[in-house]
């Protein structure tokens, strides 16, 4: 009897070690499982698509905010079956231009098949034929590959003859000479869009494209063709800029970005360190599909800040974001959420087979249906006002629920699902900012479509040498991204530019600059004009 004590304390002892190693093993089983997790986007990373095109076939039971007449019919006999719903985002492709479509947007050259003149005589009576009208055979898409000439220009002088006479003096009248692009070089309007192009838009670095210049038969280093993008950016793009800009910061609803640089000689930094890309643009409602990019050492709201400062004037404006605290700096701004960052989070946190009652599944289904709905009130079938209706009718109850559901989860620290639920609480508010206004998207993929071409530059170029390759490279993708944004070819435009606003700005100190927006009307028909006739001009 003096022993059961013993006993006891031993069964007390050996019940706790029991639930330390059950903690201990629970907390591997959650670290296997975040490890995995984490393992397995690394792979998808690297080896799986990078597309966000999403396809699940869900049970709309599993979400009672989905399955309302369902719920109201469990009571009956013989309940119907659940539906399965398929929420899917396909791309509808686009119709095939038919030849005759093709051939309205591009010059046409003619050939004509003729009868030797000798030979115009009737096999049969041995007279004379006659035309009688011509008869369409086919038609085929040709192609002019580069070429590298030079252009030498001259100008006529004239003197009057009697001046000298009288006064032995020459009165010479010369014409006005165009202002070249680069002053005291041997670039051109179309050689610098050219250079251009092919970096900003094919993605082609200089070094490579210094090799294709050897092809032409042209021996141009990399240095130089840097510093025509350089000079022209500075002088000629970036008056634009200016103005663009002054524009942006009016506009009710601006998004904002930032992407990563690197900049070889920066003072004060390592070559290794990295710099930023802050990139601007209008939304919906506008007043012109505006895109800015601009270089910054550094990616501290401070940035953002100074950037739209004044913006909106003395209302507030829309500001849309990733959700990266540094715009809570911006003055005057209301916070607008992504929720395509937010369904991001929730996919990352799913495994590769989710069970209808996981957490990232559900979260993710949230998402999808949001997205459904916005892609039901779509700006080409509904106005701003009626989406704003339409949104507080059918969005504004998905939204409670999902937050309501957000609020019972209690993940795993440093888990991926932890840092799902960690961003839908604290971005709440700005998660919901859509609902204020028709005008605003459920999402920052417009802006992040704009930083695209950068980033699939930046694989091939790396860096930039200086900080004023940098900057030369801001007012680049700007015009570039501007023009697209407008419909407008990008090397067309660039070519108008570089052959025309010199004239312009050269001349004045305060030119207008109106009449060369890509959004003035009848500036994309004098571009490819301007295109036409330049290839034209090389036929002879």
Same mark, same amino acid.
């Given at each position: 009897?003096?022993?059961?004590?013993?006993?006891?304390?031993?069964?007390?002892?050996?019940?706790?070690?029991?639930?330390?190693?059950?903690?201990?093993?629970?907390?591997?089983?959650?670290?296997?499982?975040?490890?995995?997790?984490?393992?397995?986007?690394?792979?998808?990373?690297?080896? +799986?698509?990078?597309?966000?095109?999403?396809?699940?076939?869900?049970?709309?039971?599993?979400? @009672?905010?989905?399955?309302?007449?369902?719920?109201?019919? %469990?009571?009956?006999?013989?309940?119907?079956?659940?539906?399965?719903?398929?929420?899917?985002?396909?791309?509808?492709?686009?119709?095939?231009?038919?030849?005759?479509?093709?051939?309205?947007?591009?010059?046409?050259?003619?050939?004509?098949?003729?009868?030797?003149?000798?030979?115009?005589?009737?096999?049969?009576?041995?007279?004379?034929?006659?035309?009688?009208?011509?008869?369409?055979?086919?038609?085929?898409?040709?192609?002019?590959?580069?070429?590298?000439?030079?252009?030498?220009?001259?100008?006529?002088?004239?003197?009057?003859?009697?001046?000298?006479?009288?006064?032995?003096?020459?009165?010479?009248?010369?014409?006005?000479?165009?202002?070249?692009?680069?002053?005291?070089?041997?670039?051109?309007?179309?050689?610098?869009?050219?250079?251009?192009?092919?970096?900003?838009?094919?993605?082609?670095?200089?070094?490579?494209?210094?090799?294709? $210049?050897?092809?032409?038969?042209?021996?141009?280093?990399?240095?130089?063709?840097?510093?025509?993008?350089?000079?022209?950016?500075?002088? $000629?793009?970036?008056?634009?800029?200016?103005? $663009?800009?002054?524009?942006?910061? @009016?506009?009710?609803?601006?998004?904002?970005?930032?992407?990563?640089?690197?900049?070889?000689?920066?003072?004060?930094?390592?070559?290794?360190?990295?710099?930023?890309?802050?990139?601007?643009?209008?939304?919906?409602? +506008?007043?012109?599909?505006?895109i800015l990019f601009e270089y910054q050492p550094t990616r501290a709201g401070e940035h953002a800040r100074r950037f739209l400062a004044g913006a909106g004037g003395e209302k507030e404006f829309f500001l849309h974001t990733d959700g990266y605290p540094g715009y809570s700096k911006v003055l005057n701004a209301i916070s607008c959420g992504c929720w395509a960052h937010m369904r991001r989070k929730f996919k990352d946190a799913m495994p590769k087979e989710p069970p209808p009652d996981n957490p990232g599944f559900i979260g993710l289904t949230y998402c999808q249906k949001?997205?459904?709905?916005?892609?039901? !009130?779509?700006?080409?079938?509904?106005?701003?006002?009626?989406?704003?209706?339409?949104?507080?009718?059918?969005?504004?109850?998905?939204?409670?629920?999902? !937050?309501? $559901?957000?609020?019972?989860?209690?993940?795993?620290? +440093?888990?991926?699902? %932890?840092?799902?639920?960690?961003?839908?609480?604290?971005?709440?508010?700005?998660?919901?900012?859509?609902?204020?206004?028709? &005008?605003?998207?459920?999402?920052?993929?417009?802006?992040?479509?704009?930083?695209?071409?950068?980033?699939? +530059?930046?694989?091939?170029?790396?860096?930039? &040498?200086?900080?004023?390759?940098?900057?030369?490279?801001?007012?680049?993708?700007?015009?570039?991204?501007?023009? !697209?944004?407008?419909?407008?070819?990008?090397?067309?435009?660039?070519?108008?530019?570089? @052959?025309?606003?010199?004239?312009?700005?050269?001349?004045?100190?305060?030119?207008?600059?109106?009449?060369?927006?890509?959004?003035?009307?009848?500036?994309?028909?004098?571009?490819?004009?301007?295109?036409?006739?330049?290839?034209?001009?090389?036929?002879?």
């Amino acid at each position: 009897m003096k022993t059961q004590p013993i006993f006891t304390g031993l069964r007390a002892e050996v019940a706790a070690h029991i639930e330390l190693q059950e903690q201990k093993i629970n907390a591997l089983k959650k670290q296997v499982e975040n490890l995995s997790a984490l393992v397995r986007k690394l792979r998808d990373a690297k080896f +799986g698509s990078s597309s966000e095109r999403i396809k699940y076939i869900f049970d709309t039971n599993q979400l @009672t905010l989905f399955n309302e007449k369902e719920v109201a019919a %469990a009571a009956e006999p013989t309940p119907p079956e659940p539906e399965a719903i398929t929420i899917t985002y396909e791309r509808k492709r686009k119709p095939k231009r038919t030849k005759n479509q093709l051939a309205e947007l591009l010059p046409v050259r003619e050939v004509v098949i003729d009868i030797p003149e000798d030979e115009r005589n009737c096999n049969i009576s041995n007279g004379d034929m006659n035309p009688i009208g011509r008869e369409f055979v086919r038609q085929e898409l040709g192609f002019i590959p580069a070429q590298a000439y030079v252009t030498k220009t001259y100008r006529v002088n004239y003197g009057c003859n009697d001046c000298i006479k009288e006064t032995d003096e020459a009165n010479i009248i010369k014409p006005p000479v165009p202002v070249p692009v680069v002053r005291g070089g041997l670039a051109s309007p179309e050689s610098i869009a050219h250079v251009m192009y092919q970096k900003y838009v094919n993605a082609m670095p200089l070094y490579r494209q210094e090799k294709d $210049w050897k092809n032409f038969g042209v021996d141009i280093c990399r240095g130089t063709l840097a510093n025509w993008i350089i000079y022209a950016s500075k002088h $000629w793009l970036r008056p634009l800029w200016d103005e $663009w800009k002054n524009i942006l910061i @009016t506009s009710p609803l601006i998004l904002a970005d930032e992407t990563v640089i690197q900049v070889l000689r920066e003072p004060g930094k390592t070559p290794q360190s990295e710099s930023r890309m802050w990139v601007y643009a209008t939304g919906r409602g +506008g007043p012109a599909p505006i895109i800015l990019f601009e270089y910054q050492p550094t990616r501290a709201g401070e940035h953002a800040r100074r950037f739209l400062a004044g913006a909106g004037g003395e209302k507030e404006f829309f500001l849309h974001t990733d959700g990266y605290p540094g715009y809570s700096k911006v003055l005057n701004a209301i916070s607008c959420g992504c929720w395509a960052h937010m369904r991001r989070k929730f996919k990352d946190a799913m495994p590769k087979e989710p069970p209808p009652d996981n957490p990232g599944f559900i979260g993710l289904t949230y998402c999808q249906k949001l997205f459904e709905l916005e892609k039901r !009130f779509g700006a080409e079938k509904l106005t701003p006002t009626q989406r704003y209706d339409m949104r507080l009718i059918e969005s504004q109850p998905v939204l409670d629920a999902f !937050f309501a $559901w957000v609020c019972t989860l209690d993940p795993l620290a +440093g888990a991926r699902l %932890a840092a799902a639920v960690t961003y839908a609480k604290n971005q709440r508010k700005e998660l919901n900012a859509f609902l204020l206004d028709g &005008h605003i998207d459920i999402s920052t993929n417009m802006i992040e479509n704009a930083i695209r071409p950068m980033a699939l +530059g930046r694989k091939n170029w790396l860096f930039s &040498h200086s900080v004023a390759g940098a900057q030369a490279s801001a007012m680049a993708y700007s015009v570039i991204g501007t023009a !697209f944004a407008n419909g407008i070819n990008p090397y067309e435009y660039l070519l108008y530019l570089f @052959t025309n606003l010199p004239q312009v700005i050269y001349k004045k100190d305060k030119p207008d600059l109106s009449p060369f927006f890509p959004w003035t009307d009848g500036v994309a028909e004098q571009c490819k004009e301007s295109r036409i006739q330049f290839r034209q001009s090389l036929i002879v």
